[in-house]
């Protein structure tokens, strides 16, 4: 140790009275054990008290070894503490290092020690401070609950189509070409679903403004049912009102504010599919760097927790599948039996909405039913609407629950009651995340909380 009171090192960052000590040690040391060799040799060829004398100076010099290595251990730690106080740590990277202790396990040095609890200046502060960044963080994602919404589906969607890219990947395929695949596939589907619907739409768009003026003719004329309805319910009147008092300026802004609307939701869906691909592509690390948020004698168990909790998400996305297309055929059938025109289109517009729990399946039917009544009769309207509630029923009750108890293991009941509190709580998302939810929670207790209740003592 110089006289400044900083520590000496030699050309490797080492601090040199340490350096000095530990070599004498290790002098000391291999010096005992050869007197110790000697001992035994002497014992077997001429046992006696002079063996006896060499064991014990062999004893002796392995005692002065320990403490030759006691000293070396105390003369780095006076290092250490030297280095820790001199104004170096601050300019030179050398003392840095070794008052770091930096080695080839710890490239950063070891961590440093917690800090005193016991102190209530601390203690306060510390609590304090939690508290406020405990309310900036609520705020915070309360700001961005919509975006983290976003998130939610995207992570939901990303880990239910996780089987399918399993299933590539199993049979050689790179599993970035097996996410390409599957979003090929998708935005192929959903061009397929477009392109069948646009003509159909545009073709009835046209045939309704060429009968424009006929119902308008119909509407004057009190023979005619429309002309009832007119008179009963004073439509035209209605419509002139709205033309003078300003109408026509709500009506566009009504447009503009729809168009705003459309707008927003279809970014919304281009950024949910962005982030699907994302998660599908990262879904790996991304489940190792959770799982390494858990101490490293837990990791195994939470690996295997968590990957059960990723298979019954991903048999919950098959069993919506599989309900859907029970949907689609039942419509298709029902709808043909009607003569209910574009019945394909219609019946994987249903499909496609029964995705969405609680309302879509609704909205569905609603769909088809004017439908009916615009291009059919009444009573086919009236019919599809019978279909749909028994159907619905069918489904929420009997098909649903025993479709999703075989793929993602849970009873009937619990399924009900997770749809009707997540709906409740938040919404379509929570319809949506309800029943893996209510999984993994089922999955929790009976491999968490059960099995230490049952081995936790009386007392």
């Known amino acids: 140790m110089s006289a400044d009171g900083s520590a000496h090192e030699t050309g490797d960052g080492t601090p040199r009275s340490a350096a000095l000590t530990s070599a004498a040690a290790e002098r000391v040391s291999t010096s005992a054990e050869a007197t110790a060799q000697k001992a035994q040799r002497a014992e077997e060829l001429v046992p006696g008290p002079v063996t006896h004398e060499v064991a014990s100076s062999a004893q002796a010099t392995a005692q002065d070894a320990g403490a030759a290595e006691e000293q070396a251990r105390r003369a780095e730690e006076q290092a250490v503490a030297t280095a820790e106080q001199t104004d170096d740590l601050l300019l030179d990277e050398t003392a840095r290092r070794v008052a770091a202790q930096v080695s080839e396990e710890q490239p950063f040095g070891l961590p440093g020690r ?25 705020r ?40 390409a695949l599957i979003a090929v596939g998708f935005l192929a589907a959903v061009a397929g679903f477009v392109a069948a619907a646009v003509p159909p739409l545009v073709k009835e768009a046209a045939e309704l403004s060429k009968r424009g003026p006929g119902y308008l003719q119909q509407l004057n004329d009190q023979h005619s049912a429309l002309g009832r309805l007119n008179l009963q319910y004073h439509v035209t009147d ?17 447009l503009l504010h729809a168009g705003t609307v459309v707008l927003s939701v279809t970014f919304e869906v281009v950024i949910v599919l962005v982030l699907v691909i994302y998660f ?33 998400v991903g048999g919950y996305v098959l069993g919506n599948v599989l309900t859907s297309i029970v949907a689609v055929i039942g419509n298709y059938i029902v709808l043909l039996a009607l003569h209910v025109p574009y019945a394909f289109v219609l019946s994987v517009l249903v499909g496609v909405l029964d995705l969405v729990p609680l309302v879509g399946s609704t909205i569905g039917g609603l769909i088809v039913a004017l439908v009916a009544l615009a291009t059919v ?70 491999e968490v909380v059960y099995p230490q209740r049952d081995t936790a003592s009386n007392t």
């Not at 969607?157 to 097996?178: K, N």
């Not at 209605?238 to 009504?254: P, V």
């Not at 999703?404 to 995340?433: C, E, M, N, Q, Y």
């Open 114 to 138: 917690g800090g005193d609890l016991r102190s209530p200046l601390r203690w306060g502060f510390r609590v304090t401070i939690g508290g406020l960044l405990a309310l900036l963080l609520a």
């Open 140 to 179: 915070a994602l309360i700001g961005v609950a919509h975006e983290l919404l976003l998130i939610l589906i995207a992570v939901f969607v990303a880990i239910g189509l996780d089987p399918a890219v399993r299933f590539l990947t199993a049979r050689g395929m790179r599993r970035t070409f097996a996410v």
């Open 238 to 254: 209605r419509l002139r009102a709205q033309a003078s008092g300003g109408g026509a300026l709500n009506a566009a802004g009504g």
């Open 280 to 312: 599908l592509a990262d879904l790996t690390k991304i489940k190792n760097a959770f799982y390494r948020l858990f101490p490293r004698h837990r990791r195994p168990r939470v690996g295997l927790l968590g990957d059960e909790v990723i298979a019954r």
């Open 377 to 446: 009769s009444a009573t086919a309207a009236i019919i599809s609407v019978i279909y749909h509630v028994i159907y619905r029923l069918f489904e929420d009750y009997v098909l649903n629950p025993r479709v999703l108890r075989k793929t993602v293991d849970v009873s009937p009941v619990v399924t009900i009651v997770a749809v009707l509190l997540g709906g409740a709580l938040l919404g379509i998302t929570g319809a949506l995340i309800a029943v893996p939810a209510a999984a993994a929670v089922q999955l929790f207790l009976t």
